[in-house]
Nanobody, 120 residues
Framework: QVHLVESGGGLVQPGGSLRLSCAASGSIFSINAMGWYRQAPGKQRELVAAITSGGDTNYAASVKGRFTISRDNAKNTVYLQMISLKPEDTAVYYC??????????????WGQGTQVTVSS
């Protein structure tokens, strides 16, 4: 069992900043990819940013230059620093973590989601 706990969402004015965190716990042997997705009302869930175990990153074109994904391997935690937020960034943000459990089973877990609202 792998459990993810997200934090850091909230209401922010346009141009503001937020930092999301997602901590993974449980029977984890290793973590490969970690990522953040978002889903706005009436839209499909989309990839925002991802980071590999080696630190390679990938961003959606709409957030490149404004969002930064990072990870702390010692804490099994992934972060999403968001600056210059826009109203169109409003969505529920979900973290996703994939890897191997201690029992050598592959896992692909999702967080519960955290609401980010950008509005004046």
């Amino acid at each position: 069992q792998v459990h993810l706990v997200e934090s850091g969402g909230g209401l922010v004015q346009p141009g503001g900043s937020l930092r999301l965190s997602c901590a993974a716990s449980g029977s984890i042997f290793s973590i490969n990819a970690m990522g953040w997705y978002r889903q706005a009302p009436g839209k499909q869930r989309e990839l925002v940013a991802a980071i590999t175990s080696g630190g390679d990153t990938n961003y959606a074109a709409s957030v490149k230059g404004r969002f930064t994904i990072s990870r702390d391997n010692a804490k099994n935690t992934v972060y999403l620093q968001m600056i210059s937020l826009k109203p169109e960034d409003t969505a529920v943000y979900y973290c996703n973590v994939a890897g191997l459990t201690i029992a050598a089973m592959y896992f692909d877990s999702w967080g519960q989601g955290t609401q980010v609202t950008v509005s004046s």
